[in-house]
């Protein structure tokens, strides 16, 4: 198997990244969602005050190899607050290639923002998944995660365009 690093994004990853959000926006059947551009994830993420951070697997050549780095999967994280727990890091996307899948690459930038979560002293790290996505929710529980939805019963709502504007009078 080929070496792996997760590392920190830079700038000059966003073409990929949105490549990648593409991508699983594809795998889980809602590409028509996607309307970030790779000019919004440079400014919301490289900015002064980033919106968020991410995380990038790039499979790294074999010695003698002329090929560079290839990015093959990507963690979107961010800082969010629980009033009952303090600070916690929310993972908004993880994805890995389907040709990558199956070799610990997930698992790596799962640990690596946990790493992060603990570094930056927050006492929960939470996540979404999709119903239909069995494969993810048993890697999840494998790595000690606990369902919400099946513990507490916690839905997830979100307010955007037109109900967002009528909800903030304007």
């Known amino acids: 198997m ?6 920190e994004a830079k700038e ?14 594809e795998f889980e059947n809602l590409s028509d969602q996607v309307k970030i551009s790779e000019e919004a994830l440079r400014a919301d993420g ?8 991410c995380l990038v697997a790039e499979i790294l050549p074999a010695s003698g190899e002329l090929l560079g780095p290839c990015v093959v ?4 994280y961010y800082f969010i607050y629980s009033t009952w727990k303090g600070r916690t890091i929310y993972l908004e996307d993880i994805y890995v290639m389907p040709e990558y899948r199956g ?4 698992s790596k930038i799962i640990k690596k923002v946990a790493e992060v979560a603990l570094d930056k002293g927050c ?14 929710m048993d890697l999840y529980k494998a ?24 909800l903030a009078g304007k």
């Open 2 to 7: 080929a070496s792996v690093r997760i590392r």
């Open 143 to 166: 790595l000690g995660a606990r369902d919400l939805t099946e513990a507490e019963g916690w839905h997830f709502f979100c307010f955007e365009g037109e109900a967002m504007r009528k």
């Open 103 to 106: 070799q610990g690459i997930g």
């Open 12 to 25: 000059g990853d966003c073409g990929d990244i949105l490549r990648l959000i593409r991508e699983l926006a």
């Open 46 to 53: 490289f900015g002064e005050n980033p919106f968020y951070h």
């Open 73 to 76: 999967g990507y963690g979107i």
């Open 123 to 136: 006492s929960q790290f939470r996540l979404a998944v999709l119903d239909w996505n069995q494969r993810a």
